[in-house]
Protein backbone atom coordinates (compact mmCIF):
# COMPACT_ATOMS: atom_id res chain seq x y z
CA UNK A 1 0.00 0.00 0.00
CA UNK A 2 2.67 2.26 1.09
CA UNK A 3 4.60 1.45 -2.62
CA UNK A 4 1.36 2.31 -4.26
CA UNK A 5 0.24 5.74 -2.48
CA UNK A 6 4.22 6.43 -3.65
CA UNK A 7 3.88 5.35 -7.20
CA UNK A 8 0.60 7.84 -7.68
CA UNK A 9 2.89 10.53 -6.75
CA UNK A 10 1.91 11.29 -2.87
CA UNK A 11 4.56 13.17 -1.42
CA UNK A 12 5.87 13.68 2.13
CA UNK A 13 3.07 15.07 4.35
CA UNK A 14 0.38 15.10 1.98
CA UNK A 15 -2.82 13.74 3.72
CA UNK A 16 -4.17 11.10 3.55
CA UNK A 17 -7.84 10.52 4.36
CA UNK A 18 -9.59 7.15 5.89
CA UNK A 19 -13.06 7.29 5.49
CA UNK A 20 -14.28 3.50 5.87
CA UNK A 21 -15.64 1.35 8.34
CA UNK A 22 -13.64 -1.05 10.25
CA UNK A 23 -11.91 -3.32 8.09
CA UNK A 24 -8.93 -4.77 6.99
CA UNK A 25 -8.29 -2.35 4.67
CA UNK A 26 -8.84 0.38 6.71
CA UNK A 27 -5.67 -0.63 8.82
CA UNK A 28 -3.53 -1.35 5.61
CA UNK A 29 -4.55 2.34 4.39
CA UNK A 30 -4.01 4.05 8.16
CA UNK A 31 -0.25 2.44 8.30
CA UNK A 32 0.34 2.05 4.72
CA UNK A 33 -0.29 5.85 4.59
CA UNK A 34 2.44 6.15 7.62
CA UNK A 35 5.39 3.68 5.80
CA UNK A 36 4.49 6.41 2.73
CA UNK A 37 5.88 9.06 4.69
CA UNK A 38 2.49 10.96 4.65
CA UNK A 39 -0.20 11.89 7.16
CA UNK A 40 -3.26 10.12 7.69
CA UNK A 41 -6.60 11.34 8.84
CA UNK A 42 -9.42 9.15 9.76
CA UNK A 43 -12.72 10.29 9.28
CA UNK A 44 -15.51 8.90 11.70
CA UNK A 45 -17.98 6.49 9.26
CA UNK A 46 -21.11 7.74 11.19
CA UNK A 47 -20.29 11.52 9.95
CA UNK A 48 -22.50 13.08 7.44
CA UNK A 49 -21.34 14.55 3.57
CA UNK A 50 -21.00 18.26 4.91
CA UNK A 51 -19.16 17.53 7.93
CA UNK A 52 -16.74 14.58 6.05
CA UNK A 53 -16.53 17.29 2.99
CA UNK A 54 -15.12 20.09 6.05
CA UNK A 55 -12.24 17.60 7.21
CA UNK A 56 -10.83 16.50 3.88
CA UNK A 57 -11.12 20.58 3.34
CA UNK A 58 -9.82 21.95 6.18
CA UNK A 59 -6.38 19.96 5.96
CA UNK A 60 -6.42 19.95 2.33
CA UNK A 61 -6.68 16.17 1.67
CA UNK A 62 -4.49 14.54 -0.94
CA UNK A 63 -6.15 11.16 -1.19
CA UNK A 64 -9.09 10.22 -0.21
CA UNK A 65 -9.71 5.90 0.88
CA UNK A 66 -13.53 5.31 0.96
CA UNK A 67 -16.19 2.91 -0.73
CA UNK A 68 -18.07 4.07 -3.77
CA UNK A 69 -21.20 4.08 -1.51
CA UNK A 70 -19.75 6.62 0.45
CA UNK A 71 -18.39 8.12 -2.44
CA UNK A 72 -21.84 8.55 -3.56
CA UNK A 73 -23.13 10.34 -0.71
CA UNK A 74 -20.35 12.41 -0.99
CA UNK A 75 -20.85 13.24 -4.30
CA UNK A 76 -21.17 17.07 -4.52
CA UNK A 77 -19.54 18.44 -1.17
CA UNK A 78 -16.25 17.35 -2.30
CA UNK A 79 -16.02 20.34 -4.94
CA UNK A 80 -14.87 22.02 -1.92
CA UNK A 81 -12.26 20.09 -1.79
CA UNK A 82 -9.52 21.88 -4.36
CA UNK A 83 -6.73 19.59 -3.35
CA UNK A 84 -8.59 16.11 -3.34
CA UNK A 85 -6.57 14.17 -6.42
CA UNK A 86 -7.14 10.58 -5.94
CA UNK A 87 -9.61 8.69 -4.24
CA UNK A 88 -9.05 4.90 -3.32
CA UNK A 89 -12.06 2.32 -3.34
CA UNK A 90 -12.69 -0.78 -1.65
CA UNK A 91 -14.64 -3.45 -2.98
CA UNK A 92 -15.07 -0.76 -6.67
CA UNK A 93 -15.54 -2.46 -9.53
CA UNK A 94 -13.30 -1.18 -13.09
CA UNK A 95 -16.36 0.15 -14.33
CA UNK A 96 -17.06 2.55 -11.43
CA UNK A 97 -13.66 4.38 -12.13
CA UNK A 98 -15.77 6.10 -15.18
CA UNK A 99 -18.96 6.99 -13.32
CA UNK A 100 -17.19 8.64 -10.29
CA UNK A 101 -14.34 10.18 -12.49
CA UNK A 102 -14.68 14.11 -12.18
CA UNK A 103 -11.81 16.27 -10.84
CA UNK A 104 -10.08 13.83 -9.17
CA UNK A 105 -8.69 10.31 -10.45
CA UNK A 106 -10.32 7.37 -9.30
CA UNK A 107 -8.40 3.80 -8.14
CA UNK A 108 -9.57 0.48 -7.49
CA UNK A 109 -7.68 -1.50 -3.68
CA UNK A 110 -6.38 -3.68 -6.16
CA UNK A 111 -4.89 -1.63 -8.32
CA UNK A 112 -3.12 0.15 -5.50
CA UNK A 113 -1.58 -2.85 -3.75
CA UNK A 114 -0.70 -4.70 -7.14
CA UNK A 115 3.26 -5.89 -7.51
CA UNK A 116 3.54 -3.83 -9.93
CA UNK A 117 4.36 -0.80 -7.68
CA UNK A 118 7.21 -2.99 -5.69
CA UNK A 119 9.85 -1.24 -7.98
CA UNK A 120 8.49 2.03 -6.46
CA UNK A 121 10.27 3.33 -2.98
CA UNK A 122 7.57 2.65 0.30
CA UNK A 123 8.23 5.84 2.16
CA UNK A 124 10.74 9.20 2.83
CA UNK A 125 13.46 9.24 5.02
CA UNK A 126 11.90 10.86 8.65
CA UNK A 127 12.30 11.44 11.89
CA UNK A 128 10.03 10.73 14.94
CA UNK A 129 8.41 14.36 15.13
CA UNK A 130 7.33 13.94 12.07
CA UNK A 131 3.67 14.30 11.39
CA UNK A 132 1.70 11.41 11.81
CA UNK A 133 -1.89 11.73 11.94
CA UNK A 134 -4.08 14.72 11.99
CA UNK A 135 -7.45 13.54 14.79
CA UNK A 136 -10.51 15.88 14.57
CA UNK A 137 -12.30 16.24 17.52
CA UNK A 138 -15.19 18.46 18.07
CA UNK A 139 -15.07 21.68 20.40
CA UNK A 140 -17.79 22.75 22.44
CA UNK A 141 -17.92 25.63 20.31
CA UNK A 142 -17.35 26.03 16.02
CA UNK A 143 -16.14 23.64 13.47
CA UNK A 144 -14.02 20.31 14.34
CA UNK A 145 -10.29 21.20 15.44
CA UNK A 146 -7.55 18.97 14.05
CA UNK A 147 -4.79 17.40 16.25
CA UNK A 148 -2.02 16.86 14.74
CA UNK A 149 0.29 14.04 16.19
CA UNK A 150 3.49 13.23 15.68
CA UNK A 151 5.13 9.54 15.13
CA UNK A 152 6.29 9.77 18.65
CA UNK A 153 2.86 10.57 20.11
CA UNK A 154 1.43 7.35 18.73
CA UNK A 155 4.28 4.77 19.39
CA UNK A 156 5.23 6.44 22.80
CA UNK A 157 1.56 6.33 23.82
CA UNK A 158 1.20 2.74 22.73
CA UNK A 159 3.80 1.40 24.70
CA UNK A 160 2.71 3.60 27.88
CA UNK A 161 -0.79 2.46 27.31
CA UNK A 162 0.21 -1.42 26.66
CA UNK A 163 2.61 -1.16 29.61
CA UNK A 164 0.54 -0.40 32.09
CA UNK A 165 -2.48 -2.65 31.05
CA UNK A 166 -0.18 -5.41 31.11
CA UNK A 167 -1.17 -6.40 27.33
CA UNK A 168 1.00 -9.02 25.40
CA UNK A 169 0.87 -11.28 22.73
CA UNK A 170 -1.52 -13.45 24.01
CA UNK A 171 -4.41 -10.49 24.33
CA UNK A 172 -7.65 -10.22 22.07
CA UNK A 173 -8.88 -6.53 22.54
CA UNK A 174 -12.57 -5.41 21.01
CA UNK A 175 -11.86 -2.41 19.09
CA UNK A 176 -15.26 -1.26 20.04
CA UNK A 177 -14.66 3.13 19.99
CA UNK A 178 -14.23 4.79 16.42
CA UNK A 179 -10.77 5.04 14.93
CA UNK A 180 -11.22 8.43 14.76
CA UNK A 181 -11.24 8.88 18.45
CA UNK A 182 -7.39 8.64 20.21
CA UNK A 183 -9.05 5.98 22.74
CA UNK A 184 -10.27 4.10 19.72
CA UNK A 185 -7.36 4.49 17.63
CA UNK A 186 -4.93 3.51 20.67
CA UNK A 187 -6.79 0.13 20.68
CA UNK A 188 -5.06 -0.45 17.78
CA UNK A 189 -1.70 0.67 18.28
CA UNK A 190 -1.58 -0.86 21.51
CA UNK A 191 -2.37 -4.38 20.13
CA UNK A 192 -0.05 -3.87 17.35
CA UNK A 193 3.17 -3.05 19.81
CA UNK A 194 2.81 -5.93 21.31
CA UNK A 195 1.76 -8.56 18.90
CA UNK A 196 -1.80 -9.11 20.49
CA UNK A 197 -5.07 -9.66 18.72
CA UNK A 198 -7.57 -6.94 18.01
CA UNK A 199 -11.56 -7.50 16.83
CA UNK A 200 -12.32 -4.84 14.72
CA UNK A 201 -16.10 -4.06 15.45
CA UNK A 202 -18.59 -1.68 13.85
CA UNK A 203 -20.86 -1.11 16.69
CA UNK A 204 -24.49 -1.19 15.83
CA UNK A 205 -26.33 -2.30 19.14
CA UNK A 206 -25.39 -2.63 22.85
CA UNK A 207 -25.68 -6.82 22.71
CA UNK A 208 -23.11 -6.82 19.48
CA UNK A 209 -20.25 -6.08 22.30
CA UNK A 210 -21.68 -9.06 24.55
CA UNK A 211 -21.86 -11.44 21.59
CA UNK A 212 -18.60 -10.54 20.18
CA UNK A 213 -16.74 -10.86 24.06
CA UNK A 214 -18.12 -14.04 23.76
CA UNK A 215 -17.08 -15.86 20.08
CA UNK A 216 -13.49 -14.15 20.39
CA UNK A 217 -13.14 -14.65 24.06
CA UNK A 218 -11.81 -11.23 24.42
CA UNK A 219 -9.14 -10.21 27.16
CA UNK A 220 -9.76 -6.63 26.87
CA UNK A 221 -12.11 -3.67 26.67
CA UNK A 222 -12.23 0.17 26.38
CA UNK A 223 -15.24 2.25 26.53
CA UNK A 224 -16.81 4.95 26.83
CA UNK A 225 -19.01 6.26 29.94
CA UNK A 226 -22.72 6.17 27.99
CA UNK A 227 -22.10 2.60 25.85
CA UNK A 228 -20.60 1.45 29.91
CA UNK A 229 -24.14 2.35 30.88
CA UNK A 230 -25.57 0.30 28.12
CA UNK A 231 -23.79 -3.04 28.38
CA UNK A 232 -23.90 -3.09 32.00
CA UNK A 233 -27.27 -3.43 32.77
CA UNK A 234 -26.99 -6.72 29.87
CA UNK A 235 -26.64 -10.48 30.36
CA UNK A 236 -23.41 -11.30 30.21
CA UNK A 237 -22.58 -15.05 29.41
CA UNK A 238 -20.41 -16.69 32.19
CA UNK A 239 -17.81 -17.79 29.64
CA UNK A 240 -16.92 -14.19 29.23
CA UNK A 241 -15.86 -13.56 33.20
CA UNK A 242 -13.63 -16.63 32.52
CA UNK A 243 -11.45 -14.28 29.69
CA UNK A 244 -11.83 -10.91 30.84
CA UNK A 245 -8.69 -9.71 31.89
CA UNK A 246 -9.38 -6.17 32.45
CA UNK A 247 -12.07 -3.58 31.33
CA UNK A 248 -11.04 0.34 30.98
CA UNK A 249 -13.25 3.51 31.48
CA UNK A 250 -11.92 7.27 28.94
CA UNK A 251 -13.80 9.83 27.58
CA UNK A 252 -15.70 11.09 30.98
CA UNK A 253 -16.18 9.48 34.70
CA UNK A 254 -17.86 6.18 35.01
CA UNK A 255 -20.84 6.20 36.98
CA UNK A 256 -19.93 4.03 40.59
CA UNK A 257 -23.09 2.32 40.02
CA UNK A 258 -21.76 0.94 36.56
CA UNK A 259 -18.57 0.26 37.53
CA UNK A 260 -20.10 -2.07 40.16
CA UNK A 261 -22.24 -3.59 37.59
CA UNK A 262 -19.30 -4.42 35.47
CA UNK A 263 -17.10 -5.90 38.37
CA UNK A 264 -20.04 -7.98 38.93
CA UNK A 265 -20.35 -9.16 35.52
CA UNK A 266 -16.03 -9.22 35.40
CA UNK A 267 -15.35 -10.82 39.46
CA UNK A 268 -11.56 -11.64 38.14
CA UNK A 269 -11.05 -8.52 35.90
CA UNK A 270 -8.88 -5.41 36.59
CA UNK A 271 -10.81 -2.52 36.32
CA UNK A 272 -8.91 0.38 34.44
CA UNK A 273 -10.23 3.83 35.33
CA UNK A 274 -8.51 6.82 33.06
CA UNK A 275 -8.51 10.42 31.68
CA UNK A 276 -6.77 11.71 28.51
CA UNK A 277 -7.53 14.76 25.58
CA UNK A 278 -6.66 13.92 21.93
CA UNK A 279 -3.56 16.83 22.38
CA UNK A 280 -1.90 14.68 24.75
CA UNK A 281 -3.55 11.35 23.64
CA UNK A 282 -3.60 9.44 27.53
CA UNK A 283 -2.65 11.25 30.81
CA UNK A 284 -3.86 9.25 33.86
CA UNK A 285 -5.08 6.28 35.27
CA UNK A 286 -6.01 4.83 38.56
CA UNK A 287 -4.52 2.00 39.45
CA UNK A 288 -6.98 -1.01 39.75
CA UNK A 289 -5.81 -1.59 43.25
CA UNK A 290 -6.77 1.56 44.35
CA UNK A 291 -10.21 1.38 42.58
CA UNK A 292 -11.93 0.81 46.23
CA UNK A 293 -10.09 3.21 48.58
CA UNK A 294 -10.75 5.87 45.89
CA UNK A 295 -13.41 5.41 42.90
CA UNK A 296 -14.02 8.61 42.30
CA UNK A 297 -9.90 9.59 41.31
CA UNK A 298 -8.64 9.65 37.55
CA UNK A 299 -4.96 8.23 39.39
CA UNK A 300 -1.87 9.05 38.77
CA UNK A 301 0.06 10.50 35.34
CA UNK A 302 0.96 7.35 33.10
CA UNK A 303 4.63 5.90 32.04
CA UNK A 304 6.69 8.68 30.76
CA UNK A 305 4.08 11.63 31.53
CA UNK A 306 4.09 14.56 34.48
CA UNK A 307 0.92 15.69 35.24
CA UNK A 308 0.79 19.05 37.05
CA UNK A 309 -1.74 20.98 38.66
CA UNK A 310 -1.25 24.47 38.00
CA UNK A 311 -2.86 28.18 38.87
CA UNK A 312 -3.54 30.83 36.32
CA UNK A 313 -0.38 31.91 36.61
CA UNK A 314 1.59 28.78 36.20
CA UNK A 315 2.71 28.06 39.32
CA UNK A 316 1.65 24.58 40.90
CA UNK A 317 -1.20 24.24 43.13
CA UNK A 318 -0.81 22.68 46.85
CA UNK A 319 -2.53 19.88 47.68
CA UNK A 320 -6.35 20.23 47.72
CA UNK A 321 -6.61 23.26 45.78
CA UNK A 322 -7.99 23.05 42.71
CA UNK A 323 -6.39 23.93 39.28
CA UNK A 324 -6.02 23.34 35.98
CA UNK A 325 -4.50 20.07 34.21
CA UNK A 326 -1.21 20.30 32.76
CA UNK A 327 0.38 17.56 30.96
CA UNK A 328 4.09 17.00 29.85
CA UNK A 329 6.13 14.81 28.05
CA UNK A 330 6.54 12.98 25.04
CA UNK A 331 2.64 12.69 24.44
CA UNK A 332 2.19 16.48 23.80
CA UNK A 333 0.72 16.94 20.28
CA UNK A 334 2.33 18.92 17.78
CA UNK A 335 -0.82 21.04 17.87
CA UNK A 336 -3.94 22.15 16.04
CA UNK A 337 -3.77 22.11 12.34
CA UNK A 338 -3.30 25.52 10.58
CA UNK A 339 -4.47 27.42 13.55
CA UNK A 340 -1.88 29.26 15.34
CA UNK A 341 -4.16 31.22 17.67
CA UNK A 342 -6.11 27.76 19.24
CA UNK A 343 -2.64 26.19 19.35
CA UNK A 344 -0.32 29.42 21.26
CA UNK A 345 -3.87 28.96 24.01
CA UNK A 346 -3.46 25.40 24.89
CA UNK A 347 0.09 24.23 23.82
CA UNK A 348 2.08 26.65 25.84
CA UNK A 349 5.08 26.64 28.34
CA UNK A 350 5.15 23.84 30.41
CA UNK A 351 5.50 24.98 34.51
CA UNK A 352 8.50 25.02 35.70
CA UNK A 353 10.71 24.79 32.89
CA UNK A 354 11.43 28.08 31.77
CA UNK A 355 15.21 28.63 31.80
CA UNK A 356 17.94 30.84 30.22
CA UNK A 357 19.67 27.82 28.72
CA UNK A 358 17.10 26.03 27.08
CA UNK A 359 14.36 26.41 24.39
CA UNK A 360 10.67 26.51 26.16
CA UNK A 361 9.36 23.41 26.75
CA UNK A 362 5.47 23.51 25.62
CA UNK A 363 2.93 21.45 27.75
CA UNK A 364 -0.93 20.74 26.90
CA UNK A 365 -3.14 22.94 29.34
CA UNK A 366 -5.94 20.65 29.38
CA UNK A 367 -8.53 23.15 30.23
CA UNK A 368 -10.03 20.60 32.75
CA UNK A 369 -10.16 21.70 36.73
CA UNK A 370 -9.26 18.98 38.71
CA UNK A 371 -7.68 18.60 42.31
CA UNK A 372 -4.59 16.43 44.10
CA UNK A 373 -4.52 15.08 47.25
CA UNK A 374 -1.64 14.52 49.71
CA UNK A 375 -0.90 11.05 48.27
CA UNK A 376 -0.63 12.99 44.74
CA UNK A 377 -3.84 11.07 43.53
CA UNK A 378 -5.78 13.03 40.89
CA UNK A 379 -9.70 13.79 40.88
CA UNK A 380 -11.76 15.82 38.01
CA UNK A 381 -13.55 18.57 38.76
CA UNK A 382 -14.76 19.47 35.25
CA UNK A 383 -14.07 21.27 32.23
CA UNK A 384 -13.20 24.91 32.80
CA UNK A 385 -15.73 25.99 30.00
CA UNK A 386 -18.67 23.62 31.40
CA UNK A 387 -18.49 24.32 35.17
CA UNK A 388 -21.80 25.72 36.66
CA UNK A 389 -21.82 28.72 37.83
CA UNK A 390 -24.88 29.06 40.28
CA UNK A 391 -25.53 31.30 43.29
CA UNK A 392 -21.87 32.23 43.76
CA UNK A 393 -20.99 28.93 43.28
CA UNK A 394 -19.09 27.10 40.89
CA UNK A 395 -20.46 23.51 40.60
CA UNK A 396 -19.59 20.70 38.78
CA UNK A 397 -21.90 18.93 36.14
CA UNK A 398 -20.19 15.57 37.37
CA UNK A 399 -21.07 15.66 40.71
CA UNK A 400 -24.59 16.37 40.36
CA UNK A 401 -24.97 13.70 37.30
CA UNK A 402 -23.25 11.33 39.66
CA UNK A 403 -25.70 11.48 42.41
CA UNK A 404 -28.45 11.64 39.75
CA UNK A 405 -27.22 7.71 38.82
CA UNK A 406 -26.75 6.63 42.15
CA UNK A 407 -30.70 6.98 43.06
CA UNK A 408 -31.14 4.14 40.22
CA UNK A 409 -34.09 6.03 38.41
CA UNK A 410 -31.82 7.42 35.44
CA UNK A 411 -30.18 5.76 32.57
CA UNK A 412 -28.17 8.54 30.99
CA UNK A 413 -27.85 11.83 32.77
CA UNK A 414 -26.38 15.19 31.46
CA UNK A 415 -26.37 18.40 33.86
CA UNK A 416 -26.13 21.92 32.04
CA UNK A 417 -26.03 25.11 33.07
CA UNK A 418 -28.25 27.45 31.62
CA UNK A 419 -28.25 31.43 31.61
CA UNK A 420 -30.33 33.18 34.22
CA UNK A 421 -30.22 36.94 35.41
CA UNK A 422 -30.73 36.10 38.78
CA UNK A 423 -28.87 33.00 39.76
CA UNK A 424 -26.31 33.32 36.74
CA UNK A 425 -26.61 29.62 36.10
CA UNK A 426 -29.98 27.73 36.53
CA UNK A 427 -29.14 24.09 36.78
CA UNK A 428 -31.10 21.85 34.40
CA UNK A 429 -31.10 17.83 34.35
CA UNK A 430 -31.34 16.30 30.91
CA UNK A 431 -31.98 12.48 31.80
CA UNK A 432 -32.99 9.19 30.71
CA UNK A 433 -35.03 6.69 32.55
CA UNK A 434 -33.69 3.73 33.85
CA UNK A 435 -34.74 0.59 31.97
CA UNK A 436 -38.25 -0.50 31.83
CA UNK A 437 -39.52 2.77 33.79
CA UNK A 438 -40.84 5.95 33.24
CA UNK A 439 -38.85 8.69 35.31
CA UNK A 440 -40.49 10.39 38.04
CA UNK A 441 -38.69 13.56 38.18
CA UNK A 442 -40.36 14.96 41.15
CA UNK A 443 -39.80 11.79 43.14
CA UNK A 444 -36.18 11.42 40.93
CA UNK A 445 -35.43 15.49 42.89
CA UNK A 446 -36.49 14.59 46.06
CA UNK A 447 -33.58 11.53 46.29
CA UNK A 448 -31.23 14.06 44.78
CA UNK A 449 -32.47 16.65 47.92
CA UNK A 450 -31.06 14.14 50.58
CA UNK A 451 -27.74 14.19 49.19
CA UNK A 452 -26.72 17.41 47.66
CA UNK A 453 -27.12 21.55 48.89
CA UNK A 454 -29.81 23.09 47.72
CA UNK A 455 -27.68 25.37 45.18
CA UNK A 456 -26.95 22.17 43.81
CA UNK A 457 -30.43 20.52 43.02
CA UNK A 458 -31.41 21.01 39.48
CA UNK A 459 -34.07 23.27 39.00
CA UNK A 460 -35.42 21.26 36.20
CA UNK A 461 -35.27 17.54 34.99
CA UNK A 462 -35.92 17.15 31.19
CA UNK A 463 -37.06 13.76 29.89
CA UNK A 464 -35.67 12.23 27.06
CA UNK A 465 -35.61 8.85 25.84
CA UNK A 466 -32.22 8.87 24.43
CA UNK A 467 -29.78 11.43 25.14
CA UNK A 468 -27.60 12.55 22.05
CA UNK A 469 -24.42 11.62 21.26
CA UNK A 470 -21.34 12.82 18.84
CA UNK A 471 -19.58 10.53 16.69
CA UNK A 472 -16.42 9.44 18.98
CA UNK A 473 -19.87 8.01 21.45
CA UNK A 474 -19.80 10.50 24.18
CA UNK A 475 -22.57 12.93 25.17
CA UNK A 476 -23.26 16.00 23.23
CA UNK A 477 -23.59 18.26 25.96
CA UNK A 478 -23.25 21.46 23.20
CA UNK A 479 -26.47 20.27 21.02
CA UNK A 480 -27.92 19.67 24.26
CA UNK A 481 -27.50 23.22 25.18
CA UNK A 482 -28.19 24.66 21.88
CA UNK A 483 -31.69 22.59 21.99
CA UNK A 484 -32.84 23.87 25.33
CA UNK A 485 -32.05 27.64 24.79
CA UNK A 486 -33.32 27.69 21.33
Not at 46 to 72: F, G, H, K, M, N
Not at 304 to 322: H, K, L, T
Not at 473 to 486: I, P, V
Amino acid sequence: MAAGLTGIGLQRDDRVAVYLDKRIETVVAIFGASAAGAVFVPVNHLLRPPQVAYILADCDVRVLVTSPERLALLGDSLKGCPALEHVILVDAREEMGQAFAADYAVHGWSEMCQPSYSDQPSGSAGVDLDMAAILYTSGSTGKPKGVVLSHRNLIVGAESVSSYLENTESDVILSALPLSFDAGFSQLTTAFSVGAHTILMNYLVPGDVVRLCAKHQVTGLTCVPPLWIQIADLAWPAEVAQTMRYFANTGGRMPKATLDRLRSHFPAAKPYLMYGLTEAFRSTFLDPAEVDRRPDSIGKAIPNAEIIVARADGSRCEPGEEGELVHRGPLVALGYWNNPERTAERFRPAPGTTTDWRTPEIAVWSGDAVVEDEEGFLYFVGRKDEMIKTSGYRVSPTEIEEVAYDTGMVRDAVALGLDDPRLGHRIVLVASPASGAELDTTGLLAAMKRTLPLYMVPATVVVREQLPRSPNGKFDRALLKRELTS
